[in-house]
């Protein structure tokens, strides 16, 4: 029998039409549809048969990916379900075990020949959890594929009406769920990605360094916000948030549309 092909898709920043049209049909033509799921209550993955009524529904409530495809697609409410526990923790030998999991668990769907699409924000490429399946996949010489999307750092940069970077300036992405603080330092323009919990440190920072920033909260979510500078941000800004950085002598002066 033929493996499947598992596929890594970017559904973008959060606003449907972002989707792409190469990562809608590939979700289309797609058996099964792969989440992660970052509640720390799944601790094994889950597999549900094409039709069926989800056991999980609180799982598809909250992915953020799901909730964004099935606005365009809603067929995949009866396609198979594949959930990946993905819990939000650095501890490197139990996520090992978690990624090794659930790379077996996924290799024994593609060795029945069944296609996978594993769905998630932004794109594959730029700090996805689907990539810690893909590359153990890769490594396992199973079919894989990655879809790209658009990555909210540039969703971000449109709504705000900005460029990120001209000529020889340097763009530095960068997690901020880790140290920052040597980022400061960086010439160009950094990207906070996840920046909520750094948000009154990287406020402090900005005002000390002579630095301009603006944010956008839930880039095309609801609750989606805009702040022009520092001071407009609040301190307990929401997980998505994501943070524009630049020298004052970059201008980074509008306001965006409205």
């Known amino acids: 029998m033929k493996q499947g092909v598992f596929y890594g898709i970017g559904v973008g920043p959060g606003d449907p039409e972002l989707m792409t049209l190469k990562a809608v049909n590939t979700i289309r033509e797609c058996d099964v ?66 990624h090794d999991l659930c790379a077996d668990m996924t290799e024994e769907v593609l060795r ?85 919990k750094k948000m009154p440190y990287v406020k402090q920072a900005v005002a000390e360094k002579s630095l301009e920033v603006k944010a956008v909260e839930n880039c095309g979510l609801p609750g989606e916000k805009v702040y022009c500078n520092a001071e407009e941000i609040p301190d307990e800004a929401s997980y998505y948030s994501l943070i524009i950085i630049r020298e004052t002598t970059m201008p980074l002066s509008s306001k965006g549309p409205h």
Do not use: W
Not at 120 to 130: A, E, F, H, V, W
């Open 33 to 98: 549809l792969a989440l992660a799921v970052s509640d720390s209550g799944l601790k094994e993955v889950i597999y549900e048969e094409e039709g069926t009524v989800s056991a999980a529904p609180s799982y598809l409530e909250k992915c953020v990916a799901y909730q964004i495809a099935l606005q365009v697609i809603p067929e995949i409410v009866h396609k198979a379900k594949l959930y990946l526990p993905m819990p939000m923790i650095k501890d490197k030998q139990q996520l090992k075990r978690i």
């Open 112 to 196: 029945e020949g069944k296609s996978i699409a594993c769905i998630t924000l932004g794109d594959p490429s730029i700090y996805s959890t689907c990539l810690y399946v893909h590359k153990r996949l890769k490594e396992k010489e199973c079919s894989t594929g990655l879809i790209p999307g658009i990555p909210s750092f540039c969703a971000a940069a449109a709504r705000l009406d900005i460029g990120l970077a001209e000529n020889r300036e340097e763009l530095h992405i960068i997690p901020a769920s880790y140290g920052v603080e040597e980022s400061f330092a960086l010439p160009g323009t950094k990207i906070l990605m996840k920046a909520g």
